[in-house]
């Protein structure tokens, strides 16, 4: 199946720092998605992009298709910003999303 | 967007009993999906729920541990059954939409 890999696995920030999330795929998707969730486990949809390019406030995304990656920036960023980003795909034959290992960030004031 | 309302959001139980999670979608979705997510790790796909038919199993999961009904394209739930410590995680249910997947908002589950 599709693989999903995620870089760094940990972050530390200075609050107002920026920073740049990567995700790899192994194979063409119909669907990737970036998602941050809370310290109490609840799940954000940040953005729906398989392709192109979103902003959205202080966040937003780029997906290279052709090159099978993803990145998301997070600028100025915020105690607010904590927790665990995942990047989740799908392929061609596939309907249910496939999950990163994800990326931990830590803002401190 | 949609909303997927989810219940219990947590729970403590004792080893060997069941529990049921509900997923209730304020709109109709055709396949829904539950993951597990043990401490410290990514979402993993227990089984994808179709309305009308039985549910579609990955591997390593299967229906008498995690039977899951899907009697309308709005509601789905997910027992967790014979509980051990081990099955101490959060699950969570997820619909698709044009726009993408939507998650609820998860069950916390301690088995002690």
């Known amino acids: 199946g599709i693989q999903v890999e995620q870089s760094p696995p940990d972050l530390i920030l200075q609050e107002g720092a920026n920073s740049t999330l990567r995700c790899n795929f192994s194979d063409s998707v119909n669907n990737l998605q970036w998602f941050h969730q809370n310290p109490w486990g609840q799940l954000i949809n940040l953005f729906y992009?398989?392709?192109g390019t979103k902003q959205n406030g202080r966040l937003s995304a780029t997906t290279v298709a052709t090159e099978r990656y993803s990145l998301l920036y997070i600028s100025s960023s915020q105690t607010t910003d904590s927790g665990v980003y995942f990047c989740a795909v799908t392929n061609q034959a596939g309907t249910a999303l496939i999950f990163g290992k994800g990326t931990t960030l830590s803002v401190s004031s | 967007s949609a909303v997927i309302s989810q219940k219990p959001s947590r729970d403590i139980c004792q080893r060997g009993t069941s529990l049921t999670i509900q997923c209730q979608v304020d709109s109709q979705v055709t396949m829904m999906f539950w993951y597990r997510q043990q401490p410290g790790q990514s979402l993993t796909l227990i089984a994808t729920a179709n309305q009308g038919s039985e549910a579609t199993y990955e591997s390593g999961f299967v229906i008498d541990k995690f039977p899951i009904s899907r009697p309308n394209l709005t509601f789905s739930t997910l027992t967790v059954s014979n509980m051990s410590p081990e099955d101490s995680s959060i699950y969570l249910c997820s619909g698709q939409f044009n726009y993408g997947y939507t998650f609820g908002s998860g069950t916390r589950l301690t088995v002690v």
């Open positions: 992009i398989p392709s």
